[in-house]
């Protein structure tokens, strides 16, 4: 049987307090599983924003997408966890990723190290994660235990060995390092790439005593009765895909409701793809798309 659905979004400005717990119960009552923060430098802090999105809701879970685990070192990380575990009431899922951007690590006054070495530190993090929260005696204490659920995110041979071995969700993000342009552009995957991640993820988390759940963050919502006319023009901004890979993007999804429907449930069988994740420009565009997968 196919993972039930789950959706997300990702939750990118705030201008006051207010609209901030308002555009949470609309995320709320539109139908969404998970309120997600990401970590860039001119964007929420995460988890106070996560604690008072929790505050503001009853139902929906909240979550990093993701940390940039360059901005922290592992004991202080795991006060925050924990301590943002307890106030949200068991609520929070972790997400974890090296971080991509330089100038935010120069911006912040931390050193821009090599892809392996974001990597390294990601890994050590997470083992520290689970060596500190863990212990029993570890305060404060986290509500869910061990410690909260893992994500984590990225498409590299490493990345994908370490939610392999370490995450209940496995998220791709489905993008690369544009060529010839600034460190932190991204090109999207063509669809046949991005199956290649996948079966390389599985491949490496063949010995899981549970599956984990598949994340895939969806770029763009747009509601069309012409998919072709929008692929036309999504192609010609130059982000690596054609028309026809554009139509066949699992970060893209184009049409009308029921149509994006029919594309999230093909991705499910083709990919794995059950947690559904979104960005907060698209949260009302996609709500038809969520009613019309209730249940499924």
């Keep these: 049987m196919p993972r039930p659905f789950r959706f997300g979004v990702n939750m990118l400005t705030i201008d006051s307090g207010q609209s901030w717990r308002r555009k949470c119960r609309q995320a709320e009552e539109l139908g969404y ?3 997600l923060v990401p970590d860039h430098l001119g964007m929420p802090a995460p988890f ?5 999105a929790a505050e503001a809701t009853e139902r929906p879970r909240v979550g990093t997408f993701v940390l ?3 901005f922290y070192t592992p004991a202080l990380l795991a006060r925050e966890v ?3 575990d307890a106030l949200t009431g068991g609520r929070l899922e972790l997400g974890l990723g090296t971080g991509y951007v330089r100038d935010e690590f120069e911006a912040a006054g931390l050193p821009w190290e090599t892809p392996g070495r974001r990597v390294d530190h990601l890994e050590r993090t997470v083992e520290e994660l689970d060596r500190l929260v863990g212990d029993p005696e570890y305060a404060p204490r986290p509500t869910q235990l061990p410690r909260p659920p893992l994500l984590i995110g990225g498409n590299g041979p490493r990345m994908l060995r370490l939610a392999a071995r370490h995450a209940e969700i496995a998220a791709f ?5 544009a060529p010839g342009k600034p460190e ?3 090109n999207l995957l063509p669809a046949d790439e991005l199956a290649a991640s996948v079966a390389r993820y599985q491949e490496y988390a063949a010995d899981r005593a549970e599956p984990a759940e598949l994340n895939i963050l969806v770029q763009q919502v747009r509601v069309t009765d012409d998919r072709g006319a929008v692929a036309r023009e999504i192609a010609e901004l130059g982000i690596g ?3 026809e890979q554009v139509l066949d993007a699992p970060t893209l999804l184009i049409g009308t409701p029921a149509q994006m429907a029919e594309q999230l ?3 499910r069988e083709r990919f794995g793809f059950s947690y559904i994740t979104v960005l907060d420009p698209f949260l009302e565009a996609f709500a038809p798309v969520i009613e019309e997968l209730a249940g499924s």
């Design 33 to 35: 599983d998970v309120l």
């Design 48 to 52: 106070p924003a996560l604690i008072a």
């Design 68 to 70: 940039n685990t360059g």
């Design 82 to 84: 924990a301590t943002t």
């Design 173 to 177: 993000t489905g993008g690369r390092q």
């Design 184 to 186: 932190g552009t991204l």
């Design 241 to 243: 895909l054609d028309e």
């Design 265 to 267: 449930r093909e991705r």
